[in-house]
């Protein structure tokens, strides 16, 4: 079945350094997604790609899309105390299916 | 404008006994999806349901687990005979249709622990 695979696990960044989370499929997607979630809390949506090569901006995020639609990244430039927790990307896979196949999320966090 | 909601935020259970999720999606909304998070992992989705109809469960456990969405009332995620590693965060979403590109919307989850 589908695997998205998301790096890294975990990362640590000082207050006003940038930061990069990476997706990958192993199929194609007919689009992805990104969600924001912080500790105890739940998933909230923060952008969808679908257009091969897309990127989308959102203040100090940067979202892309490959050309291949199978691999995304979150770019996050001059981080604050606000972008703490976990970043996962979800997949929708070519085809008829509907359920998002989500990465195991990049956990955030930004020392002060 | 209420979310996504969610019942119980907490559910503790002693193994054997049955467990009832509630989720009401956002108002407008017919589509729900469950999913489950174990600590420190990504969402794992189990099934996504319209109103009265199964559309996919192709990740819902074969036995034990349950999930229903009636005409009237909130989808149900039912457990029954729970056991230690149903312990798990289950997070409900919604969106307002069944398309592709259709957003889905979070609760804030039931976080179960099975004594």
């Known amino acids: 079945g589908q695997q998205v695979m998301q790096i890294p696990q975990y990362q640590h960044v000082q207050e006003g350094e940038d930061f990069t989370t990476y997706c990958n499929s192993s199929t194609t997607l007919s689009n992805i997604q990104w969600y924001k979630q912080r500790p105890g809390g739940h998933p909230v949506f923060l952008i969808q790609?679908?257009?091969?090569?897309e990127v989308k901006k959102q203040k100090r995020l940067t979202f892309q899309f490959g050309e291949a639609k199978k691999n995304s990244s979150l770019h996050i430039t001059a981080t604050q105390t606000t972008d703490v927790g976990t970043y996962f990307c979800?997949?929708?896979?070519?085809?008829?299916?509907?359920?998002?196949?989500f990465g195991s999320g990049t956990q955030l966090t930004v020392l002060p | 404008n209420a979310g996504v909601m969610q019942n119980p935020r907490h559910l503790v259970r002693r193994r054997g006994q049955e467990a009832r999720l509630r989720c009401s999606p956002m108002k407008g909304h017919s589509h729900v999806y469950w999913y489950r998070q174990l600590p420190e992992e990504g969402l794992k989705f189990m099934v996504y349901?319209?109103?009265?109809?199964?559309?996919?469960e192709s990740g819902m456990p074969k036995e034990r687990f349950s999930a229903e969405f009636p005409k009237e009332g909130p989808s149900i995620l039912r457990i029954q005979q729970v056991v230690r590693g149903d312990s798990a965060a289950y997070f409900c979403a919604s969106s307002l249709g069944g398309g592709r590109t259709d957003t889905q919307y979070f609760g804030p989850g039931t976080r179960l622990t099975v004594l």
């Open positions: 790609l679908v257009k091969s090569g």
């Open positions: 349901l319209q109103k009265e109809n199964i559309i996919d």
């Open positions: 979800a997949g929708l896979p070519s085809g008829s299916a509907r359920q998002l196949t």
